[in-house]
């Protein structure tokens, strides 16, 4: 069975992006790495997929100006150029036109980093914390026109802990990420995209480091 043909886009160092490459190593895995471009030359996640043996590509958003579409025009001939069947946004910092949303639409996917729909947008831990949340985490969900509010195709979430502050917070969130993205792309590339109970309980008084998912990886 041939494997979605999967393009990934960053803008920076890419830790998501190395995470869903190392699931996709495993033949077994439903999508294959088939591009990462990014739209910064300096992204330091380019030299990991370069290292991993991976194609890549640079499109510089600065060299179109305030010209969003024909940025998102020249990725999309290369997209169609590499035979992409799904887009993975990971720290793709440019927001996107509907356009380009609309020629996505159903195959482009994004991780947040809260529990949508809860805090949209950015500084989401300090906004979390600020709110008083006992239950912080990430999202996979479809790319929509409203942004962060496509589908969700998974979670995880973590206890916030008395001492958090947003940069504590934001490391132990960045490791639900790594977890939920690979099973979240493999789900979708199966064709197994609906949400599913989770298989683990929080219980943040006597394991600060268990993490509810769902759907259960």
């Known amino acids: ?17 190395a995470a869903l490459i190392k699931a996709a190593a495993d033949p ?18 380019l030299a990991v997929a370069q290292n991993a043996g991976l194609t890549t590509a ?12 024909a940025f998102e025009r020249a990725i999309d001939a290369r997209l169609i150029e590499r035979r992409i069947d799904l887009v993975c946004l990971a720290g793709f910092m440019r927001l996107l036109t509907p ?10 996917l994004n991780i947040h980093p809260s529990l949508l729909p809860s805090f949209k947008g950015l500084d989401t831990h300090a906004r979390a914390l600020a709110a008083g949340v006992k239950i912080h985490g990430a999202t996979v969900h479809l790319v929509s026109v409203d942004m962060d ?12 802990l008395p001492n958090d ?3 504590t917070l934001a490391r132990r969130v960045l490791a639900v ?5 690979p099973t979240a792309l493999r789900r979708f590339a199966s064709g197994q995209n609906c949400v599913s109970g ?4 929080i219980d943040a008084e006597s394991n600060s480091d268990r993490m509810l998912v769902s759907p259960a990886s």
Not at 28 to 45: D, F, H, K, Q, T
């Open 177 to 181: 990420e790594h977890r939920i993205y």
């Open 149 to 160: 509010g496509g589908p969700i195709i998974a979670q995880g979430a973590l206890p916030v």
């Open 99 to 108: 356009w380009f949303v609309a020629r996505w639409e159903g195959r482009m």
């Open 1 to 17: 069975m041939a494997r979605t043909r999967t393009a990934i886009l960053i803008s920076g160092r890419g830790s998501n992006m």
């Open 58 to 69: 640079v499109i510089d958003h600065a060299a179109f100006g305030n010209d969003r579409e």
């Open 165 to 167: 502050s947003a940069e």
């Open 28 to 45: 077994a895995y439903p999508a294959e790495i088939a591009l990462v471009l990014s739209n910064r030359p300096a992204a330091g996640g």
């Open 198 to 201: 989770a298989d683990e309980v």
